[in-house]
T-cell receptor, first 112, second 112 residues
Framework: GQQVMQIPQYQHVQEGEDFTTYCNSSTTLSNIQWYKQRPGGHPVFLIQLVKSGEVKKQKRLTFQFGEAKKNSSLHITATQTTDVGTYFCAGDVGGGADGLTFGKGTHLIIQP | DVKVTQSSRYLVKRTGEKVFLECVQDMDHENMFWYRQDPGLGLRLIYFSYDVKMKEKGDIPEGYSVSREKKERFSLILESASTNQTSMYLC???????????FGEGSWLTVV
């Protein structure tokens, strides 16, 4: 079946260091979305990428969609304690009402 | 703002009990979803619905059923709860295939 793989599963960084999580799909995606879940909270939508090679920025967060629309990355520059949480990518393989296929998430742990 | 409301945040049930988890969304979304979230396993889709009285199995439907009698309400039913169904359950809705998914705050179910 369709799969969306996300790595790494866990990432420990010192506050101020950069962080990147990667998402790879076995099939071409119509779009990819990123969600953040704070500890004890629920996933919240961050952004959607649709175009091949698209890059979007939200302050210290940079999101990229690969040229082949099969992979994506989220990069955080100079992490802060407020960045703690789990980051999920979710890909739309298109054509179905069952929504998105979620990666397993990357848990970001920040040491002050 | 889209609001997805899960009526029960924390439940403790006994093995064999019938459990109802209720979810209401206020944005007239077509699609509604039930996921469960377990450490290391990410978000796993149990059932989804793309219209009233319509339902489709997700990745892990065994031991669960759902009901969608009204567009805004999607219920998850555990006919006979078992300890391996102890988990966090997330309801979600979206406005179409591949659209942004809005999650409820989650229901933490413990089966003893």
């Amino acid at each position: 079946g369709q799969q969306v793989m996300q790595i790494p599963q866990y990432q420990h960084v010192q506050e101020g260091e950069d962080f990147t999580t990667y998402c790879n799909s076995s099939t071409t995606l119509s779009n990819i979305q990123w969600y953040k879940q704070r500890p004890g909270g629920h996933p919240v939508f961050l952004i959607q990428l649709v175009k091949s090679g698209e890059v979007k920025k939200q302050k210290r967060l940079t999101f990229q969609f690969g040229e082949a629309k099969k992979n994506s990355s989220l990069h955080i520059t100079a992490t802060q304690t407020t960045d703690v949480g789990t980051y999920f990518c979710a890909g739309d393989v298109g054509g179905g009402a069952d929504g998105l296929t979620f990666g397993k998430g990357t848990h970001l742990i920040i040491q002050p | 703002d889209v609001k997805v409301t899960q009526s029960s945040r924390y439940l403790v049930k006994r093995t064999g009990e019938k459990v109802f988890l209720e979810c209401v969304q206020d944005m007239d979304h077509e699609n509604m979803f039930w996921y469960r979230q377990d450490p290391g396993l990410g978000l796993r889709l149990i059932y989804f619905s793309y219209d009233v009285k319509m339902k489709e199995k997700g990745d892990i439907p065994e031991g669960y059923s759902v009901s969608r009698e009204k567009k805004e309400r999607f219920s998850l039913i555990l006919e006979s709860a078992s300890t391996n169904q102890t988990s966090m359950y997330l309801c979600a809705s979206s406005n179409g295939a591949g659209a942004t998914i809005y999650f409820g705050e989650g229901s933490w179910l413990t089966v003893v």
